[in-house]
Every structure is written in C-alpha cells, then in structure tokens.
C-alpha cells in the first residue's frame, strides 16, 4: 500500500486532474490529507488490535466475559475490513495497476456486505441474544439464536454471488481515466435497499430489549449503537445520492470516511471501555462493585440472601453463589414447571442445612480476604469448587429458576 500513499502530490494525480478539467469535473488530486487520514487510522486500529488481544486474554473476567468477547472481536475485525474497503471506495488511495481496481472485492465486499452489512447484523445478534436470555430465559448457545442470522446471511450471500456474476457496466466498474469505481444506479439503489433493510431487522430487535432490566446497561447500550448507525447509513446514503462522484472531492471524501470509523470506534468503545478500563487499573475493586450491583438489582432478595451480610458476599464467591443457584438443576427431585426448572421449596432456605451452608459460605469469604484473591479467575473456581462439595449435601432438594431475573446469568455471550 505503501506506493499508494504519498504525502505530496505525485505526476499521476496532475494528470488525473487534467483529466477532470477534461470532462468538466473538479478532481481534487490525492495527497497529504489523504496520506494523514490513513496513518491516523491505521494507527486507531493498531491500538484496537491490541485491545481485542487483551479483551480475549482476559475473555474470563466476568465483566468483560458478560460482553461478549468474541462477537465484540469480530465487530471489531469487521470494522477493519470496512476501513480497508472505504480507502479504496471513497478514493483515498491511486488503485491503478493494482489488485485493489477490483471494484467488486472492494467496493462490493469488503466495503459494504462484509462490512456495513455486516456491522447491522452483528449488532442485531447481540441484541437478539440479549432478548433471548433476559426475556425467553433461552440459553444463548443454541440453533434458535443463530439461524435467523444465517438465512440472513443466505440472503446476503445470494446477493453477492449475483452481483459478481453480473456485467461490471450493471453493477460497479473501474472507470481507469479518473482511478475510481463506478455503481450503476439501479444496482446502487438494491445496495441501499439492503442495507436500510438490514438495519430495520436491528431495530425490530432493538425494539424487544427496550425494557430490559439488568445490571449490564446492554439496552442503553444497544439503543446508541442503533442511532450510530443509523447516522451512518442517513450520511452515507445523501452522499450518494446528492454528490455521487464525491470520491473526487477531498473534503467529501475525508469527511465520509472519518465519520464511518469515527462512529464505528465509538459504537465498540462505548460498550467496552468501562470493563476494560477497570480490567486493567481497578480490577477487584471493580468486580467486587460488578458483584454488589447485582445484588442491589434484586437477587438478593430472590435468593433470600440477608442484606445485612452484603458486603461479605460481595467478593467474588457471592457470583459463584448466585449463578450456581440460578442454574437449572438436573439432579434433582420434584414437580416440574412448564419450563422444565423445578420448584422451589421454601423450607430449603429455612432449614438447618442451610443454616450450615450459608455459614461456610461466610466462613470461606472470610477466609477468601487473604491474598489467594489476587486473580479473582482463580477465586471463582475455588469457590465454584466449594459450593459443588457443599452442594451435594442437598441430596433431592429441589430449586427453581424465576424466568424474569436471574437465569441469565450462567448464560455467557459469544
């Protein structure tokens, strides 16, 4: 790329303006403005590269783990391929005699169904899965959550195939006097049509989560990240059709592009900085404060756990706790519910056993104060293992799973 991208202005680019004045268009020829951009963003998304390696290295902290760390990487990588197919789409970089005069791997793909197209649809995932989990109390790892998608993505890639096996004169071409691409303006319509289809599927999704309780802020989240995009799309379509030839301008050009990835960056940070932040420079402070919320959210009281014994449950033991009450249990005995959870039986929590339970459960976060809670992955798991051993005093107890709080928890996203 580097023979692409110059900082002043090359002999190419006084001819392709020469060129313009030819056709009686104004070319703005490609040089420092557009070398700065694509430094700048390249560099953005360097950073971003490394803080998607941190994110699934530390994919097990329970705040950044109830994000999603693999959807939030692909959101990210798709961004990626968004950036690289708008250099070459808004005109940024001099494409002749290179693979990117492709305007259909570009333009076509890269650009718009692997990127804006898909951009949508993974937001409208998570919140899908989000509606899932909180509301229909489903798990998020099953065949119900993907295959929506997937026959969107049919559908995408139907699209596609016939568009490349189109003529380029009825779907985008190379246009080598001026070094740009081409759409055809039927085929560029069915683009937009697509694309703001798309983005009314994220709506109608967006729309089930609108009150949904939790201790996360996923619907003020997913609420922002609509209206990103739905800037973008409303930017990118009176682009089009109001200065369709705007790659020649540098300003349209400059401003189109910084404000796809500006809005992009913003739509992943906006999500992921407060967990990440914490991860690194208040990480059990942060998790004990994660932790608390929940309770202070109501599962305390579901679960008939004194509040006056809040702080001892808010290390991390208390989350190992609640989300092993909030499981399904399959060893038990008792009448069913319609979901197939079983019921609760109130003596449970008022017997002696579990009396004795909740007293080794304060005996161990007690204990758990020491410096064995420097990596609270490890603490998780010791206190998982200690509620399995006192778990299995329970013998034919039975519990139930209440549909509207706390099943969601043992549910993690993709």
């Known amino acids: 790329m580097g023979n692409q991208i110059s900082f002043t202005v090359v002999e190419s680019e006084l001819q392709r303006q020469k060129i313009g004045e030819m056709l009686e268009l104004m070319v703005d020829p490609r040089g420092k403005s557009d070398a ?6 390249g560099f953005v998304y360097l950073i971003n590269l490394i803080a998607i390696g941190f994110l699934l290295w530390n994919r097990n902290y329970p705040p950044l783990k109830s994000k999603g760390p ?3 990487t692909l959101m ?5 391929l968004w950036f690289v197919g708008d250099l070459q789409g808004n005109g940024h970089l001099r494409t002749a005699g290179t693979v990117m005069t492709n305007c259909k791997a570009f333009g076509l793909w890269m650009r718009l169904l692997l990127g804006a197209c898909t951009m949508c649809v993974l937001t409208a995932l998570r919140a899908y899965g989000l509606y899932r989990v909180f509301f229909l109390n489903l798990p998020y790892y099953t065949v119900g959550l993907y295959l929506p998608f997937a026959l969107y993505y049919v559908l ?5 195939i016939v568009a490349q096996v189109l003529k380029p004169t009825r779907t985008i071409q190379y246009f080598a006097p001026l070094d740009i691409c081409e759409y055809n303006e039927a ?3 069915s683009l937009f049509v697509f694309l703001w289809l798309t983005w009314s599927v994220m709506v109608g999704v967006l729309w089930k989560i ?3 309780r939790s201790s996360f802020n996923e619907g003020r989240e997913m609420l922002v990240s609509c209206i990103i995009i739905l800037i973008i799309l409303l930017c990118a ?5 109001v200065h369709p030839l705007y790659p020649l301008s540098l300003s349209l050009r400059v401003v189109t592009t910084v404000l796809n990835h500006c809005a992009t960056n913003a739509l992943w940070w906006i999500i992921m900085v407060v967990p990440m932040y914490n991860c690194i420079f208040n990480r059990q402070q942060y998790l004990s404060r994660w932790i608390q919320k929940l309770r202070e959210d109501g599962l305390q009281n579901e679960y008939d756990i004194n509040p006056n014994v809040g702080n001892e449950f808010s290390q991390p033991f208390s989350t190992s706790y609640i989300m092993r009450n909030a499981m399904p249990h399959t060893n038990t005995t008792g009448k069913r519910d319609s979901r197939g959870f079983f019921v609760m039986q109130d003596s449970i929590f008022k017997s002696k056993e579990a009396d004795y339970r909740l007293g080794a459960s304060r005996s161990f976060s007690q204990s758990s104060e020491r410096p064995l809670y420097s990596n609270s992955n490890t603490a998780y798991e010791q206190a998982s293992q200690s509620l399995a051993a006192m778990g ?3 013998g034919n107890h039975s519990m139930e799973a209440r549909p509207d709080l706390p099943i969601h928890l043992h549910h993690t996203y993709i």
């Open 70 to 72: 693999v959807l939030m």
């Open 187 to 189: 085929f560029k319509t």
């Open 76 to 80: 990210m990588l798709i961004s990626i």
């Open 237 to 241: 379509t009176t682009m089009n059709y």
């Open 156 to 160: 995408l890639l139907i699209f596609g």
């Open 392 to 394: 299995r005093r329970e």
């Open 36 to 41: 700065i951009l694509v430094v700048i963003f």
């Open 210 to 212: 609108r009150n949904i």
